[in-house]
């Protein structure tokens, strides 16, 4: 040693072992700093990559009094700025971390922002990120090449940005036609989706965790698929998780796959099973899950993280939200905050409060050597990730990683092959269409269609109609509520009536975009031709449509025939409404041969 120079402690030897080095932090580490590593809030990205304060939007203290009092070094990046712009707030907020007594590295996570959804709660359109079609769309490729090469490429852009953990893949069923959160999945079926997930993880983890990896969190354990009537447990109004086909064990198959490709976290849902051996509380809190399926039975040995909010209440954009302790509403905060760590819970997301972690073991009523159990696996990651040796990235290396070409057009490619063509006209093809005909759209962007035809200002002038709408719901009165869609799948019957008009017109395309699968019968009956889309452009419609590029999608779930069939449907049990009128599996090739999918 030379001069100048400090001796590492052994945890900040990359030379040395991972596991000695995790054992070496942690007998340095104090109980609050312990505590605060249990913790995964949510974090805002400051003007010009600078770090925020506090967020009224969200009721979050500033980045640094979260960081430097509390502890706490995980956090979920809310929004997005421009890849140049987040490089260097990683960076900035990396250096506040190294600037602590240990100097334990940051952790940044972040919900998906590949595709079109913008739900705060869920997921962020791509912005600045190469974009896709949502995970349904990729189910209907149904190609684990394209799922991997997606995963493959989302990991470069998350990596160039500091970002380490992928709060995804969202591998519940979509067995409840309703549920609001089918659009995140990969559809009904476990086989396929445990077969492309398997993709997805290798991806982003590039088949062993490592330094190049982005950590997958896959959710929502054991399955979010069988929501009572479809309500989303977000709210206390969807707190439910039935069985009624007796199948809970079918909706374990998609995690199974997980766990055979190594997911490095896992994180329960918000339902409370209702009506199972299992106790009739949020899977959050639940140990019979958590400890005796997850870890026992399937040997999990990664982190456990709980979904976001499941202790106190919060706030999104002003408006309170209960926190999502579904049968254990009674209890407080901290006799919450015991009852989930004694399931079996590493960390909390969206939570910041770890005084009452300190209280509790202050208080005997927890052990500090339990909080050491999920302080190993949360270190032993970041370890595992790099964090330690480099936290840092190249700002000015991101704009070009991000977004680069050949990922915009892979992104592309995989919005055309997504769409799936679910008719093709009663009395002849309508599709491809051929040269340059007088188009009529709507809610289509005219400047993209006049590259394709004539567009025309009314249908009677038109040659042919191009239609885009989105698969309907019931709108909800909350701010956050709206973004859940919920509810009925039927259009209503004026709307009904604005595109049969339409059909009777003109000859129509009708392009719909499927978050859940829609009721559309007499639509189907009257269009020319019925797309189906989970995420595509404008320009990506158009390509497919005038055969400048093709389309290989097929249904990642039945679309039911009318919403009796769904209400007599088990919410558990997947193919369950009676005479589907499109069933899993089906898609045209343009030029009329059906493309048949064996489940």
Known sequence: ?????????????????????????????????????????????????????????????????????????????LHGSDPATMARWNNCLQESALSTRLGIPVTL????????????????????????????????????????RFADIARQEYLAVGL???????????????????????????????????????????????????????????????????????????????????????????????????????????????GTQYEEVAFGFNEGIITGLLRKKYGFTGIVCAD??????????????????????????????????????????????????????NSGRLSESRLDASVRRLLREKFVLGLFDNPFVDAEAADGIVAQRSFVEAGYEAQCQSLTILSNGTHGEVLPIAGQPRIYVLNVDRSVAARYGTVVNEPEEAELAVVRIKAPFEPRAGAFEQFFHAGSLEFTAEEVRSILELCRKVPTVVDIYLDR?????????????????????????????????????TLPFDLPSSMRAVAASRSDVPFDTEAPLFRFGHGLVIGGDETHVRR
Request: hydrophobic share 40%; proline share 7%; charged share 20%.
């Open 164 to 274: 380490r953990v992928a709060l995804h893949p969202q591998v519940d069923l979509a067995t409840e036609p309703r549920w609001a959160r089918i659009g995140g999945t990969f559809g009904e079926d476990a086989e396929l989706t445990s077969r492309l997930l398997r993709a997805y993880i290798r991806g982003f983890q590039t088949g062993r965790l490592g330094h190049a990896s982005v950590a997958t969190m896959t959710k929502h354990f054991p399955g979010g698929g069988p929501q009572k009537d479809g309500e989303d447990p977000h709210f206390p109004y969807g707190r439910e998780q039935v069985y009624p086909g007796r199948n809970f064990d079918y909706h374990l198959r998609p995690f199974e796959a997980a766990f055979e490709a190594g997911t490095s976290q896992i994180m329960p849902y918000y339902g409370m099973p209702v």
């Open 308 to 361: 976001w909010c499941l202790i106190n209440d919060s706030v999104v954009w002003g408006e309170p939200q209960a926190a999502r302790a579904w049968g254990v509403e009674h209890l407080s905060p901290l006799d919450r905050l015991e009852k989930a760590v004694s399931a079996g819970v590493d960390q909390f997301g969206g939570e910041h409060c770890p005084e009452l972690l300190i209280e509790l073991v």
């Open 1 to 77: 040693m030379t001069l100048g120079q400090t001796r590492k402690a052994p945890y900040q030897d990359a030379r040395l072992a991972t596991e000695g080095r995790v054992e070496d932090l942690l007998a340095r580490m104090t109980l609050p700093e312990k505590a605060g590593l249990m913790f995964h809030q949510m974090i805002e990205i400051g003007e010009k990559g600078t770090l925020a304060g506090p967020s009224s939007a969200y009721a979050l203290p500033g980045t640094e009094d979260m960081l430097l009092n509390k502890h706490i070094n995980h956090f979920n990046v």
């Open 109 to 148: 996570s972040t919900d998906p922002r590949h595709a079109f959804t913008d739900n705060p709660g869920a997921s962020f359109t791509a912005g600045s990120f190469s974009q896709w079609p949502e995970s349904l769309g990729l189910a209907a490729i149904r190609d684990e090449g394209v799922v991997e």
């Open 517 to 553: 699968p829609a009721v559309i019968p007499e639509i189907s009956r009257s269009a020319a031709a019925v797309v189906a889309n989970y995420g595509a452009s404008d320009s990506a419609l158009f390509d497919v449509l005038f055969g400048r590029r093709s389309a290989r999608g």
